[in-house]
């Protein structure tokens, strides 16, 4: 055997030995002998290729780069939130929602080959420097952004260091460029503001492992400021997700029974049911949820849980449609397998993959200071949209809409939602968010109503 072909064998056995572990552990149960066959026979297919770009591929390649290309390869073909992460970013990860980090502040996914912008992150430098939903990131420092985590890699960096991102927009021909100042971004999830009196407004920018602290402890404090509450806004808008267990606890702090959330998989451990239990604090006040396109996963789960229980009304536009649970394996090497492995339902038993959260009441963002106000454009894709997304169970693939073109205003901008939604909270700036305000004349409208004797 050559020397040089040594270290391929070594790694394509240890590659043989995973595959065949997994198929003798997850693919037993139906035709367990002729997925074996199949395996094997992709295993030599496999090794064939290796073998034939270590010997006759123009530059020298590392085996080992080949198969983690090879195996990232195989498990983003699944779906687009599977992935192999490599030990950084399985360790970014563990920062996301641990800890803080800095950087630019942005969730990001791939589409159609394109790190695109789900949501920037709240008082970050990408959200006051009027990143937006939707932005196709081209460009990190002048080189091309084609993959996810390295996309991710260049844009974190040291604190008060510059990076220029280059994206291209729907509506705009030419590529716009940010020069960023990378700051820690926060991890600190929940504002708070008692709007008027009586009525509470909470924000929930992403999930973390402290968001349920947080949250009791700002309405805790609405609670306690006089006159009692009467009702509360909660706004899940741009909440790209998080922590599964974290958007079980927001929502059993406001049902005291029934189920909050199932999640089926095709293993049974992956097939569990979460039910609310009583609460110690009594919050019977109206509630109403606003969610846009932006709204994804965790956040999702919030929406719906209320939503079926009838304890909140939902206000907004369609959600993201992240209707699957992942799992991160630790891997040997230090690396993580993110994985799907269940679809999750509602309690009514709604299934809101490729779908999204449906508002109750459906109304576009707009500033109401302006005489002519001008509406932010909507996200421009959801989950339905991204390749190789999951189904709702059992039904069959739909194909996405034609979009219908888009109105532009050429005597001033599109107003940003960013606009009204950046920095400290203010009842001043509120007062500009037409959906607020409206979920507030709601509340105050079932306060009178409550009142009116029949």
């Not at 498990?75 to 803080?100: C, F, N, R, W």
């Not at 990190?140 to 040291?158: F, T």
């Not at 899940?236 to 599964?244: E, K, P, Q």
């Not at 097939?271 to 709204?295: D, E, H, M, W």
Request: proline content about 6%; glycine content about 8%; charged content about 30%.
């Amino acid at each position: 055997m050559n020397k040089r072909n040594r270290p391929v064998k070594l790694w394509l056995v240890m590659v043989a030995a995973v595959v065949v572990w997994m198929a003798g552990a997850g693919f037993q149960r139906a035709n367990s002998a002729n997925t074996n066959d199949n395996l094997y026979e992709g295993l030599k297919l496999f090794s064939d290729v290796i073998e034939l770009i270590q010997r006759e591929y123009v530059d020298e390649v590392d085996a080992k780069d080949l198969i983690q290309k090879a195996i990232q390869g195989m498990v983003q073909s699944l779906d687009p939130h599977s992935s192999l992460m490599p030990p950084d970013a399985y360790e970014d990860l563990q920062i996301d929602t641990k800890g803080k980090f800095t950087g630019i502040g942005i969730h990001i996914t791939m589409r159609d080959g394109f790190v695109t912008v789900i949501s920037p992150i709240e008082d970050t430098p990408a959200y006051k420097a009027g990143i937006e939903a939707g932005d196709r990131i081209i460009k990190v420092d002048g080189q091309l952004s084609k993959d996810l985590r390295e996309a991710v890699r260049m844009m974190r960096g040291p604190r008060g260091s510059k990076v220029t991102v280059t994206i291209m927009r729907n509506g705009i021909k030419k590529p716009i460029e940010f020069e960023l100042t990378r700051d820690e971004i926060p991890i600190l999830s929940v504002k708070s503001i008692s709007f008027k009196p009586g009525y509470g407004y909470v924000r929930i920018s992403n999930f973390t492992g402290t968001t349920t602290q947080e949250f009791e402890k700002a309405l805790e404090k609405l609670e306690s400021s006089p006159p009692p509450m009467k009702g509360l806004v909660l706004d899940l808008r741009n909440n790209g997700g998080g922590l599964l267990n974290q958007a079980i606890s927001i929502s059993d702090i406001f049902l005291d029974k029934g189920q909050i959330l199932s999640i089926k998989g095709r293993d049974k451990k992956n097939t569990k049911v979460f039910n609310a239990t009583p609460s110690a604090a009594q919050r019977n006040y109206p509630i109403v949820v606003l969610i846009n396109g932006g709204t994804a996963s965790a956040s999702e789960i919030v929406a719906g849980a209320l939503q079926d229980h009838k304890r909140a009304l939902v206000l907004g536009t369609t959600s993201f449609g992240k209707g699957s649970v992942q799992t991160v394996e630790n891997l040997r090497d230090g690396s993580g397998l993110k994985l799907t492995i269940a679809r999750y339902y509602t309690p009514s038993g709604r299934s809101i993959q490729a779908k999204g959260i449906e508002p109750d009441i459906a109304l576009k963002f707009k500033r109401t200071e302006t005489e002519d106000p001008a509406e932010k454009d909507e996200m421009s894709f959801k989950e339905k949209d991204l390749e190789n997304h999951l189904e709702a169970e059992g039904e069959p693939a739909e194909k996405p809409a034609p979009k219908k073109p888009e109105k532009t205003d050429k005597a001033k901008p599109p107003l940003k939602e960013s606009d009204v939604r950046v920095g400290p909270l203010k009842a001043e700036s509120l007062q500009t968010d037409n959906q607020v305000m409206r979920a507030i004349e709601i509340l105050m409208g079932h306060d009178v109503l409550k009142n009116v004797k029949s």
